[in-house]
């Protein structure tokens, strides 16, 4: 299909659910909806755009995926911006796969299938070293949502972090201690961003493994993966999930002018030897939900949301 001015698109479909995938620009998940109501960040400046081998683009829009680490890590624009290729695999599922970068041997796949029923999405990015030499890489799950909105994380009982989280940047430098600020708390063991935080990237470690956002227009997304405790991560924090929610103040180089979120699931370390693949799942499910006028939603709500999802969508996922 064609879509926002991008040809050769796939389109997953069920009755209430539509996922367009997107390969033209780093093979991403472009529009994923219930009912007619997007859950994906959208840019229309960007519709059709294509990646002009130098700096045209630096945040493509939506269900974005990526490989870390974020220092040190292997050159990979090409795969980060550049065309992939798309193909049906099944019923409600397609692949996509990226050009294979010569000098690392790099390349990814991801497969994506629409729950027959709902409006669960699994996604699956495969990592293969095609090269001759060891590759020290892992998943990133970088999903752009409207900003906004209230982001959640369920944080261990007894984590490494003081605060449940750190902080990152200006650059490489991470904050372990950060200040209560008046738009970030944590309730009932989750963390909750429900408003411009001081610093846009917060590192954390969850458990179990979600992460969750409810946009301001009363769509909840969740997210489900596994995290391994027992295996080294490889950010600098060494954490296993992240949340970036930015605003003027906290991104001031931002080059957009609408505000966004997003929410990153991160795997753990992988050292893959020439020939080898790794893979990293996410489950992605969407309820509606009211936003709530005073940005304090019923976290037991929210826990009933996530095992709803999953214990609903699972059984139909490979139906015909």
């Given at each position: 299909?064609?879509a926002?001015g991008?040809?050769?698109c ?7 659910t539509?996922?367009v ?10 529009n ?40 040190d890590?292997?050159?990979?624009e ?5 065309p ?76 490494r972090f ?22 970030v ?41 596994p ?7 490889g ?43 790794c ?7 969407l ?17 009933e ?16």
């Amino acid at each position: 299909v064609v879509a926002s001015g991008y040809d050769n698109c796939v389109e997953l479909t069920n009755d209430n659910t539509r996922v367009v995938l997107e390969p033209n620009v780093g093979g991403r998940v472009f529009n994923y909806a219930l009912a007619g109501q997007e859950a994906l960040q959208q840019d229309p400046a960007q519709n059709g755009v294509i990646w002009d081998g130098r700096g045209n683009i630096r945040h493509p829009a939506g269900g974005r995926f990526d490989i870390g680490p974020e220092y040190d890590g292997l050159p990979h624009e090409p795969i980060w911006f550049g065309p992939w290729t798309a193909e049906i695999i099944g019923p409600r599922s397609a692949r996509l796969t990226s050009a294979l970068l010569p000098d690392s041997g790099l390349q990814l796949s991801r497969e994506f299938t629409l729950d027959a029923l709902g409006p669960h999405l699994r996604c699956t990015q495969f990592i293969h070293n095609r090269g001759s030499r060891l590759l020290r890489v892992f998943h990133w799950g970088r999903t752009f949502l409207p900003g906004g909105g209230i982001a959640f994380a369920p944080l261990p009982a007894s984590g490494r972090f003081p605060c449940g989280y750190a902080l990152g940047g200006p650059g490489a430098r991470i904050d372990f201690q950060p200040a209560v600020e008046p738009n970030v708390r944590v309730r009932e063991g989750v963390l909750e961003i429900f408003g411009p935080p001081v610093k846009a990237k917060f590192n954390l470690d969850v458990y179990p493994g979600w992460l969750a956002y409810l946009a301001p227009k009363g769509l909840l997304f969740i997210k489900r993966f596994p995290v391994f405790p027992e295996r080294p991560y490889g950010e600098l924090a060494g954490n296993n999930a992240s949340i970036w929610y930015n605003s003027a103040e906290n991104t001031p180089a931002w080059p957009l002018k609408e505000h966004v979120a997003e929410i990153e699931p991160i795997g753990p370390l992988e050292l893959l030897e020439p020939g080898a693949t790794c893979s990293f799942t996410e489950e992605w499910w969407l309820e509606p939900c009211v936003f709530p006028p005073d940005r304090r939603f019923d976290l037991q709500r929210l826990r009933e949301a996530v095992a709803r999802a999953e214990s609903q969508a699972s059984p139909s996922l490979n139906s015909p």
